[in-house]
Protein backbone atom coordinates (compact mmCIF):
# COMPACT_ATOMS: atom_id res chain seq x y z
CA UNK A 1 0.00 0.00 0.00
CA UNK A 2 0.90 3.30 -0.74
CA UNK A 3 1.27 5.46 2.37
CA UNK A 4 1.75 8.96 1.23
CA UNK A 5 -1.45 8.85 -1.63
CA UNK A 6 -3.17 7.41 0.61
CA UNK A 7 -2.49 10.34 3.25
CA UNK A 8 -2.65 12.57 0.03
CA UNK A 9 -5.94 11.23 -1.01
CA UNK A 10 -7.16 11.35 2.75
CA UNK A 11 -6.50 14.87 2.98
CA UNK A 12 -8.11 15.89 -0.36
CA UNK A 13 -11.65 14.29 0.94
CA UNK A 14 -11.28 15.83 3.98
CA UNK A 15 -11.04 19.24 2.62
CA UNK A 16 -13.64 19.02 0.55
CA UNK A 17 -15.84 17.30 3.47
CA UNK A 18 -14.92 20.44 5.21
CA UNK A 19 -16.33 23.11 2.31
CA UNK A 20 -18.87 21.56 1.65
CA UNK A 21 -19.89 21.50 5.96
CA UNK A 22 -19.70 25.07 5.71
CA UNK A 23 -21.19 25.51 2.53
CA UNK A 24 -24.05 24.20 3.91
CA UNK A 25 -25.57 27.56 4.94
CA UNK A 26 -25.97 28.51 1.65
CA UNK A 27 -29.42 29.54 -0.29
CA UNK A 28 -31.35 26.22 -0.89
CA UNK A 29 -33.07 26.51 -4.20
CA UNK A 30 -35.69 23.87 -5.65
CA UNK A 31 -33.78 21.51 -7.55
CA UNK A 32 -34.60 17.93 -8.87
CA UNK A 33 -34.34 14.76 -5.82
CA UNK A 34 -30.99 12.88 -5.96
CA UNK A 35 -29.30 10.93 -8.54
CA UNK A 36 -26.55 8.43 -7.73
CA UNK A 37 -24.24 5.92 -9.94
CA UNK A 38 -25.06 3.83 -6.66
CA UNK A 39 -26.40 1.31 -6.55
CA UNK A 40 -25.81 -0.43 -9.62
CA UNK A 41 -22.43 -1.31 -10.84
CA UNK A 42 -23.44 0.58 -14.32
CA UNK A 43 -23.08 4.04 -14.32
CA UNK A 44 -26.10 6.43 -14.05
CA UNK A 45 -27.23 8.66 -16.74
CA UNK A 46 -28.24 11.99 -15.08
CA UNK A 47 -25.62 14.68 -14.07
CA UNK A 48 -26.19 16.50 -11.29
CA UNK A 49 -27.53 19.80 -10.90
CA UNK A 50 -24.80 22.77 -11.52
CA UNK A 51 -23.54 24.24 -8.78
CA UNK A 52 -23.96 21.22 -6.44
CA UNK A 53 -21.67 18.97 -4.63
CA UNK A 54 -22.48 15.17 -4.00
CA UNK A 55 -21.02 12.55 -1.75
CA UNK A 56 -21.88 8.59 -2.44
CA UNK A 57 -20.15 6.43 -0.54
CA UNK A 58 -20.57 2.83 0.20
CA UNK A 59 -19.30 -0.44 2.01
CA UNK A 60 -19.14 -3.61 0.25
CA UNK A 61 -18.24 -7.51 0.82
CA UNK A 62 -18.00 -10.54 -1.34
CA UNK A 63 -17.51 -14.12 0.11
CA UNK A 64 -17.67 -17.90 -0.94
CA UNK A 65 -16.44 -20.81 0.70
CA UNK A 66 -12.54 -19.85 0.36
CA UNK A 67 -12.63 -16.35 0.29
CA UNK A 68 -13.89 -13.18 1.21
CA UNK A 69 -13.29 -9.74 0.52
CA UNK A 70 -14.04 -6.14 1.80
CA UNK A 71 -14.71 -2.96 0.13
CA UNK A 72 -14.44 0.55 1.87
CA UNK A 73 -14.98 3.12 1.62
CA UNK A 74 -16.24 3.27 -1.71
CA UNK A 75 -16.99 6.98 -2.12
CA UNK A 76 -17.14 9.35 -5.25
CA UNK A 77 -17.51 13.14 -5.03
CA UNK A 78 -18.64 14.92 -7.60
CA UNK A 79 -19.21 18.59 -8.42
CA UNK A 80 -21.65 20.33 -10.83
CA UNK A 81 -20.19 23.07 -13.37
CA UNK A 82 -23.13 23.68 -15.52
CA UNK A 83 -26.06 21.28 -16.85
CA UNK A 84 -24.56 18.94 -19.28
CA UNK A 85 -21.06 18.87 -17.26
CA UNK A 86 -19.51 17.58 -13.79
CA UNK A 87 -16.52 16.70 -12.52
CA UNK A 88 -15.47 13.54 -10.40
CA UNK A 89 -12.61 12.28 -7.69
CA UNK A 90 -12.98 8.23 -7.48
CA UNK A 91 -11.63 7.89 -3.81
CA UNK A 92 -8.53 5.08 -3.75
CA UNK A 93 -10.63 2.79 -1.91
CA UNK A 94 -9.07 -0.10 0.43
CA UNK A 95 -9.37 -3.92 -0.59
CA UNK A 96 -9.22 -6.50 2.35
CA UNK A 97 -9.15 -10.23 1.11
CA UNK A 98 -8.48 -13.17 3.07
CA UNK A 99 -8.69 -16.93 2.08
CA UNK A 100 -8.00 -20.27 4.14
CA UNK A 101 -4.52 -21.00 2.17
CA UNK A 102 -1.74 -20.02 4.65
CA UNK A 103 -0.64 -16.43 4.73
CA UNK A 104 -3.17 -15.26 1.75
CA UNK A 105 -4.87 -12.30 3.80
CA UNK A 106 -3.88 -8.87 2.46
CA UNK A 107 -4.97 -5.36 2.67
CA UNK A 108 -4.36 -2.67 -0.30
CA UNK A 109 -5.70 0.25 -1.57
CA UNK A 110 -7.09 0.28 -5.10
CA UNK A 111 -6.43 3.28 -8.27
CA UNK A 112 -7.97 7.00 -7.41
CA UNK A 113 -9.51 8.32 -10.42
CA UNK A 114 -10.09 11.78 -12.06
CA UNK A 115 -13.08 11.72 -14.70
CA UNK A 116 -15.30 14.15 -16.45
CA UNK A 117 -18.91 13.20 -17.19
CA UNK A 118 -20.80 15.04 -20.49
CA UNK A 119 -24.34 15.40 -20.78
CA UNK A 120 -25.03 14.84 -24.62
CA UNK A 121 -28.59 13.31 -25.82
CA UNK A 122 -31.80 12.80 -23.65
CA UNK A 123 -33.41 9.46 -22.71
CA UNK A 124 -35.33 7.10 -25.75
CA UNK A 125 -32.23 8.37 -28.47
CA UNK A 126 -29.94 6.63 -30.91
CA UNK A 127 -27.40 9.38 -28.78
CA UNK A 128 -26.11 8.24 -25.68
CA UNK A 129 -27.66 10.66 -23.15
CA UNK A 130 -24.33 10.96 -21.09
CA UNK A 131 -20.40 9.70 -21.39
CA UNK A 132 -17.60 9.69 -18.81
CA UNK A 133 -14.01 10.05 -19.81
CA UNK A 134 -11.89 8.91 -16.80
CA UNK A 135 -8.05 8.36 -15.78
CA UNK A 136 -6.75 6.33 -13.19
CA UNK A 137 -3.76 7.05 -11.02
CA UNK A 138 -1.16 4.27 -9.91
CA UNK A 139 -1.32 4.55 -6.37
CA UNK A 140 -2.78 1.83 -5.72
CA UNK A 141 -1.51 -1.50 -4.04
CA UNK A 142 0.24 -3.95 -6.79
CA UNK A 143 -2.79 -6.68 -6.50
CA UNK A 144 -5.38 -3.99 -7.67
CA UNK A 145 -3.81 -1.93 -9.50
CA UNK A 146 -2.11 -2.00 -13.43
CA UNK A 147 0.28 0.47 -11.84
CA UNK A 148 -0.22 2.83 -14.67
CA UNK A 149 -2.31 5.83 -15.93
CA UNK A 150 -5.54 3.80 -17.27
CA UNK A 151 -7.57 6.00 -19.33
CA UNK A 152 -11.29 4.77 -19.71
CA UNK A 153 -14.41 5.79 -21.60
CA UNK A 154 -18.57 4.87 -20.93
CA UNK A 155 -21.34 5.79 -22.77
CA UNK A 156 -25.10 5.63 -21.01
CA UNK A 157 -28.26 5.68 -22.68
CA UNK A 158 -31.30 5.07 -21.07
CA UNK A 159 -34.70 4.45 -22.37
CA UNK A 160 -38.20 5.25 -20.15
CA UNK A 161 -41.36 3.38 -20.53
CA UNK A 162 -44.27 5.31 -18.97
CA UNK A 163 -43.35 7.52 -15.20
CA UNK A 164 -42.27 4.19 -13.89
CA UNK A 165 -40.04 2.13 -15.51
CA UNK A 166 -36.50 3.05 -16.90
CA UNK A 167 -33.78 0.54 -18.60
CA UNK A 168 -30.11 1.53 -18.29
CA UNK A 169 -27.24 0.69 -21.15
CA UNK A 170 -23.91 0.95 -20.21
CA UNK A 171 -21.02 0.81 -22.96
CA UNK A 172 -17.44 1.03 -20.90
CA UNK A 173 -13.93 0.51 -21.90
CA UNK A 174 -10.48 1.03 -20.18
CA UNK A 175 -7.14 0.80 -21.15
CA UNK A 176 -4.74 -0.98 -19.01
CA UNK A 177 -1.12 -2.33 -19.29
CA UNK A 178 -0.68 -5.59 -19.13
CA UNK A 179 2.85 -7.26 -19.78
CA UNK A 180 4.44 -4.16 -20.78
CA UNK A 181 1.22 -3.06 -23.49
CA UNK A 182 -1.79 -1.79 -23.81
CA UNK A 183 -4.54 -3.75 -23.96
CA UNK A 184 -8.38 -3.28 -23.51
CA UNK A 185 -11.24 -4.71 -21.18
CA UNK A 186 -14.79 -4.00 -22.13
CA UNK A 187 -17.32 -3.77 -19.75
CA UNK A 188 -21.06 -3.37 -20.82
CA UNK A 189 -24.29 -3.77 -18.68
CA UNK A 190 -27.62 -3.29 -18.39
CA UNK A 191 -29.68 -2.29 -16.18
CA UNK A 192 -34.06 -2.20 -15.71
CA UNK A 193 -35.92 -0.89 -12.62
CA UNK A 194 -39.25 0.38 -11.66
CA UNK A 195 -40.26 3.35 -9.06
CA UNK A 196 -42.28 1.86 -6.28
CA UNK A 197 -42.97 5.04 -4.89
CA UNK A 198 -41.78 8.76 -5.33
CA UNK A 199 -38.88 7.83 -2.82
CA UNK A 200 -38.15 3.89 -3.63
CA UNK A 201 -36.75 2.13 -6.55
CA UNK A 202 -36.14 -1.22 -7.08
CA UNK A 203 -33.29 -2.36 -9.74
CA UNK A 204 -31.73 -5.44 -11.58
CA UNK A 205 -28.82 -5.86 -13.70
CA UNK A 206 -26.82 -8.21 -15.97
CA UNK A 207 -23.05 -6.68 -15.31
CA UNK A 208 -20.35 -8.37 -17.23
CA UNK A 209 -16.62 -7.59 -18.15
CA UNK A 210 -14.44 -8.66 -21.09
CA UNK A 211 -10.96 -8.99 -19.38
CA UNK A 212 -7.54 -8.42 -21.43
CA UNK A 213 -7.07 -12.23 -21.64
CA UNK A 214 -10.22 -12.67 -23.12
CA UNK A 215 -11.37 -14.54 -20.13
CA UNK A 216 -15.59 -12.97 -19.04
CA UNK A 217 -16.44 -11.80 -15.11
CA UNK A 218 -20.17 -11.14 -14.37
CA UNK A 219 -22.49 -9.40 -11.74
CA UNK A 220 -25.84 -10.66 -11.50
CA UNK A 221 -27.76 -8.44 -9.08
CA UNK A 222 -31.08 -6.14 -7.74
CA UNK A 223 -31.35 -3.86 -4.98
CA UNK A 224 -33.24 -0.53 -3.73
CA UNK A 225 -32.88 2.55 -3.23
CA UNK A 226 -34.43 4.72 -0.74
CA UNK A 227 -34.52 8.85 -1.58
CA UNK A 228 -34.91 11.19 1.86
CA UNK A 229 -35.66 14.98 1.47
CA UNK A 230 -34.21 15.14 -2.25
CA UNK A 231 -30.92 15.54 -1.01
CA UNK A 232 -30.06 12.11 0.01
CA UNK A 233 -30.25 8.43 -0.30
CA UNK A 234 -29.58 5.07 1.33
CA UNK A 235 -29.10 2.04 -0.83
CA UNK A 236 -28.56 -2.07 -0.37
CA UNK A 237 -28.07 -4.11 -3.40
CA UNK A 238 -27.51 -7.88 -3.39
CA UNK A 239 -26.07 -10.32 -6.65
CA UNK A 240 -23.43 -12.81 -6.65
CA UNK A 241 -20.00 -12.19 -9.12
CA UNK A 242 -18.77 -14.79 -11.40
CA UNK A 243 -14.84 -14.77 -11.99
CA UNK A 244 -12.30 -17.46 -12.20
CA UNK A 245 -12.51 -18.13 -8.16
CA UNK A 246 -16.34 -19.33 -9.11
CA UNK A 247 -19.61 -17.54 -7.47
CA UNK A 248 -19.19 -14.96 -5.05
CA UNK A 249 -22.03 -13.85 -3.31
CA UNK A 250 -22.38 -9.43 -2.96
CA UNK A 251 -23.67 -7.10 -0.65
CA UNK A 252 -23.38 -3.56 -0.81
CA UNK A 253 -24.78 -0.63 1.38
CA UNK A 254 -24.22 2.93 0.87
CA UNK A 255 -25.46 6.25 1.72
CA UNK A 256 -24.77 9.41 -0.76
CA UNK A 257 -25.99 13.00 0.33
CA UNK A 258 -26.19 16.28 -2.49
CA UNK A 259 -25.31 19.91 -0.85
CA UNK A 260 -26.96 22.39 -3.56
CA UNK A 261 -25.75 25.99 -3.34
CA UNK A 262 -22.18 24.79 -2.92
CA UNK A 263 -21.03 27.77 -5.86
CA UNK A 264 -23.97 29.61 -5.96
CA UNK A 265 -22.88 31.49 -9.12
CA UNK A 266 -22.69 28.17 -11.16
CA UNK A 267 -26.47 27.60 -10.56
CA UNK A 268 -28.01 31.29 -10.69
CA UNK A 269 -25.87 31.20 -14.25
CA UNK A 270 -27.96 27.78 -15.42
CA UNK A 271 -31.38 29.03 -14.29
CA UNK A 272 -31.03 32.66 -16.93
Same mark, same amino acid.
Given at each position: ??????? $????????????????????????????????????????????????????? +???????????????? $????????????????????????????????????????????????????????????????????????????????????????????????????????????????? $?????????? +??????????????????? +?????????????????????????????????????????????????? $????
Amino acid at each position: MNLFSAN $VSAICLLGLILISTLAGNAQEIESPAISTERPTVGDSPDLIPPGSLQFENGAG +VSFQRTQFTGDLPETL $VRLGLSERFEIRYMWSDEMYQKSPTPHSASFQIMDPAFSVKLGLGKANQVVPRSAIVALSLPFGGPKWTSGSYDPAATAIWTQTIGKKYFVNEVAGATLTSLAGARRPSWAPS $VAGGRSLTST +VTAFAEYAPTVLQNGSLEY +VVDGGFALIHKNLMQFDLRTGYLKDSDGYHTLITVGYSIRHDGFFPRLAH $VSRR
